[in-house]
């Protein structure tokens, strides 16, 4: 597959100099940053850089047959949603380990043909391989989170996941990742509902659905960020956006309209599923016992 908007051209120090650049104006221009820097000896006109012109530059850098941008680089070429910043990523078809550079990680794996496509003339691995390498690298809430984002929007398929995890049988790392794949929900509403869900199941409570709509009595609707609905529990967390006062007011507002539809609403902060977990699980699991369920007391290790 290949999609054909061509890059901008990028200059490389190599060619610059064969083409008679004197060695002090490019170092003029990079101190008045005309050029920006954006692989050893690769550099870009201007400031800000494109994901695709920063996909390029790692691969041109590393100058191997068969090279693909991969991880998070890829993952912002096809607009997934990772953390900003770090390394660019490339990956090379074969075994023998390459040492890392400032602004490149090199990695080692199989690139079956599947899982490869070519944007604008860039090698850079396929939305569900990126996918499956972000769940083998990435902190877990932030590759779920990211899997959550591509199947909502329609990038992926499940299906599609599975098959390049296939590919990648025997690779380090793929058990954790196929876990972390299967248990994104695209439904979820944002990466601490995301977390929130997996530290529940972590501490072996049953799995609460995310974003559960509740009917209110003046006939308007709410959305739970999750929730047991057959046990009428709903759980609301606060991130730091809801410390300001317009988003405390409308919260408290919804809040009284799901309560007074008899529901049990529990609310936590992005500071209790973070550092204060085993209170909220505590809370989760007392609210559970109080409406006719008993607590799953064995926590169970998570392995993804």
């Not at 004197?22 to 101190?31: E, H, K, M, Y």
């Amino acid at each position: 597959m290949e999609r054909n908007t061509p890059p901008a051209a990028l200059l490389t120090r190599a060619a610059a100099l064969r083409d008679g650049l004197d060695p002090d104006v490019l170092r003029a221009a990079l101190r008045r940053q005309e050029l920006q820097p954006l692989q050893r000896g690769v550099y870009h006109q201007g400031r800000g850089a494109p994901p695709l012109q920063r996909a390029r530059a790692a691969v041109l850098a590393v100058a191997e047959p068969g090279a693909a941008a991969s991880h998070t680089t890829a993952a912002r070429v096809h607009g997934l949603v990772v953390p900003e910043g770090g390394p660019e990523h490339v990956t090379l078809p074969r075994s023998e380990r390459r040492p890392h550079r400032d602004r490149l990680r090199l990695h080692t794996a199989r690139l079956h043909p599947a899982d490869l496509m070519k944007v604008a003339g860039v090698a850079v691995t396929a939305p569900a391989r990126t996918l499956v390498d972000l769940c083998r690298c990435l902190g877990r809430t932030d590759a779920v989170w990211a899997v959550e984002r591509a199947l909502a929007a329609g990038v992926v398929t499940a299906e599609h996941m599975e098959w390049a995890a296939i590919r990648l049988a025997r690779t380090p790392g793929i058990v954790m990742a196929r876990a972390r794949f299967r248990a994104a929900r695209p439904s979820s509403g944002s990466a601490l509902e995301t977390e929130a869900r997996l530290v529940i199941v972590d501490a072996g409570l049953p799995e609460p659905e995310p974003q559960v709509e509740v009917e209110l009595p003046n006939g308007r609707h709410a959305y739970l960020d999750l929730a047991y609905p057959d046990l009428g529990i709903g759980i609301e967390l606060d991130g730091r956006d809801h410390e300001r006062v317009d988003a405390l007011f409308h919260d408290r507002w919804r809040q009284n309209g799901v309560l007074s539809a008899e529901w049990m609403l529990l609310r936590f902060t992005w500071r209790d599923v973070r550092y204060d977990t085993a209170r909220m699980i505590d809370t989760i699991a007392r609210a559970r016992d109080g409406r006719g369920q008993s607590r799953i007391p064995s926590p169970r290790r998570p392995t993804y």
